[in-house]
C-alpha cells in the first residue's frame, strides 16, 4: 500500500516560517516527481511546487518564488518545503502528491497528473 504522510503544519505568524515534511512509503520513491498542492478554503488546488527525481531541478509557483523552497532526501523516501516569509494567504491545507511524469512541465500543474497524494496538512498564517 502506499501512503504519503505529510507533517509540520501549524499556526504562524505573517513573516513567519515553517518546514513541511512528507515521507512515502510503499513505492519507488526516486521514480515519482514529487510536488506540493494546496488548497485553501473555498478555493480549488493550487500547484505549489516540483522536485526532479534526482533533486537536482525544482520549479514554483509565481506565488511562492523567493519565499519557499523544495527539497528531497531519496534516501529517507522524503520531501521537503520550507516556507518563510509566510503571508495571511498561504493559509491552506498543504498535500504532497508523486507523479510518474518523467520532467517537470506545466501537466504537473493539473489534478491528474498525480497517481498518489498525501492526506494534507493544515497551515494556517494568522496574527
Known amino acids: 500500500e502506499v501512503q504519503l504522510q505529510a507533517s509540520g503544519g501549524g499556526l504562524v505568524q505573517p513573516g513567519g516560517s515553517l518546514r513541511l515534511s512528507c515521507t512515502a512509503s510503499?513505492?519507488?520513491?526516486?521514480?515519482?516527481?514529487m510536488s506540493w498542492i494546496r488548497q485553501a478554503p473555498g478555493k480549488d488546488f493550487e500547484w505549489v511546487s516540483s522536485?526532479?527525481?534526482?533533486?537536482?531541478?525544482?520549479s514554483y509557483a509565481d506565488s511562492v518564488k523567493g519565499r519557499f523552497t523544495m527539497s528531497r532526501d531519496n534516501a529517507k523516501n522524503t520531501v521537503y518545503l520550507q516556507m518563510s516569509s509566510l503571508k495571511p494567504e498561504d493559509t491552506a491545507v498543504y498535500y504532497c502528491?508523486?507523479?510518474?511524469?518523467?520532467?517537470?512541465?506545466?501537466?504537473?500543474?493539473?489534478?491528474?497528473?498525480?497517481?498518489?497524494w498525501g492526506q494534507g496538512t493544515q497551515v494556517t498564517v494568522s496574527s
Open positions: 502528491a508523486a507523479s510518474t511524469t518523467r520532467y517537470i512541465s506545466s501537466y504537473l500543474r493539473t489534478e491528474s497528473a498525480y497517481d498518489y
Open positions: 510503499g513505492l519507488h520513491f526516486n521514480a515519482y516527481v
Open positions: 522536485i526532479s527525481r534526482d533533486g537536482d531541478g525544482a
